[in-house]
């Protein structure tokens, strides 16, 4: 179980294009999705936060109208990267949880590699 | 904010044992997780205490001492595959997780 799927694994886009990403929760319901960031050696970098149903909550330094977030029912949300730029090559991570119950543990899509040209 | 260590890079021979190390800031704390990395590719959840002591998964086990703010991960009898990151992160008050920046295990024959 806990099963989370991101698509498209890979992207390669124009500079100026927006690009989608999907992140869906595959056998459970996902109270609330995180939406990651990685650059090459670094550690993960929250993007922000978002709860099925309500505006997502962005970490300090992250875009609002650049990185919008939809998170519409309970096993998915999208990322959409508008007017991406070559500094906007990176991994991008979606992960699930569903507290009911009392757990916590996030569980991660297989990410995203887009690569702005 | 919450502060969490662990070392940078660690290595360690095939068939042997070693402990990463992780320390954070213990106010409003709600749990310590243990993930894996492999690179290029996504976290995958190894482990969550949340109370004092060692709980064992098979080669892995993870051990929590709230009052010291201290955890660590145990990986026994090391496999080549075992070369990855391995990413400490504490739930905190908001029940968010804060992570660490990640120990790079590199295992050698």
């Known amino acids: 179980g806990a099963v989370v799927s991101q698509h498209p694994s890979r992207v390669i886009c124009k500079s100026g294009t927006s690009v989608k990403i999907e992140c869906r929760s595959l056998d459970f319901q996902a109270t609330t999705m995180f939406w990651y960031r990685q650059f090459p050696k670094q550690s993960l970098m929250l993007m922000a936060t978002?709860?099925?149903?309500?505006?997502?909550?962005?970490e300090q330094g992250v875009e609002k109208d650049k990185f919008l977030i939809n998170h519409a029912s309970l096993t998915l949300s999208t990322l959409t990267v508008t007017s991406a730029h070559p500094e906007d090559s990176s991994f991008y991570i979606c992960?699930?949880?569903?507290?009911?119950?009392?757990?916590?543990?996030?569980?991660f899509g297989p990410g995203t590699r887009l690569t702005v040209t | 904010g919450q502060n969490i260590d662990q070392p940078t890079e660690m290595t360690a021979t095939e068939g042997a044992i070693v402990q990463i190390n992780c320390t954070y800031q213990?106010?409003?704390?709600?749990?310590l997780f243990w993930y894996q990395q492999h690179a290029g590719e996504a976290p995958t959840f190894l482990s969550y205490n949340v109370l004092d002591g060692l709980e064992e998964k098979g080669r892995f086990s993870s051990f929590l001492s709230r009052s010291k703010g201290y955890s660590y991960l145990l990986l026994k009898e090391l496999q080549m595959k075992d070369s990855a990151s391995y990413l400490c992160?504490?739930?905190?008050?908001?029940?968010?997780?804060?992570w660490g920046a990640g120990t790079k295990l590199i295992i050698k024959p």
């Open positions: 978002s709860n099925e149903g309500s505006k997502a909550t962005y």
């Open positions: 213990t106010s409003g704390f709600n749990g």
């Open positions: 992960s699930a949880r569903d507290a009911e119950g009392g757990a916590y543990e996030q569980y």
């Open positions: 992160a504490e739930l905190d008050s908001n029940y968010q997780l804060i």
